[in-house]
Nanobody
Framework: VKLVESGGGLVQAGGSLRLSCTTS????????MKWSRQAPGKERELVAG???????TYADSVKGRFTISTDNAKKMIYLQMNNLQPEDTGVYYC?????????WGQGTQVTVSS
């Protein structure tokens, strides 16, 4: 399994970013996708994920601002982030749950300036 994130960067508060995750090494339709983040000095937290094929869940802090999506044909996972705030700063990781195991990418840095 290989997961590679891209799309991170520096953005001003109120701005938007779309993170992408390129995947390989597993049957895409058999996995549940998710994104987590780790802010400086804090524990990693789940921000968005599929809990079934059609149902998603979001951290309260990002509801209404972040959207997780996939492109099954391209085997891609996305995280659209709108109205970003300084507290959204951190390293963002895409992940999957596949056959009872969790896999994560190496992460991409998102920095939101005030």
């Amino acid at each position: 399994v290989k997961l590679v994130e891209s799309g991170g960067g520096l953005v001003q508060a109120g701005g938007s970013l779309r993170l992408s995750c390129t995947t390989s090494g597993f049957i895409f339709q058999n996995a549940l996708m998710k994104w987590s983040r780790q802010a400086p000095g804090k524990e990693r937290e789940l921000v968005a994920g599929f809990i079934s094929v059609l149902r998603t869940t979001y951290a309260d802090s990002v509801k209404g601002r972040f959207t997780i999506s996939t492109d099954n044909a391209k085997k891609m996972i996305y995280l659209q982030m709108n109205n970003l705030q300084p507290e959204d700063t951190g390293v963002y990781y895409c992940g999957i749950r596949h056959r009872g195991r969790d896999y994560w990418g190496q992460g991409t840095q998102v920095t939101v300036s005030s």
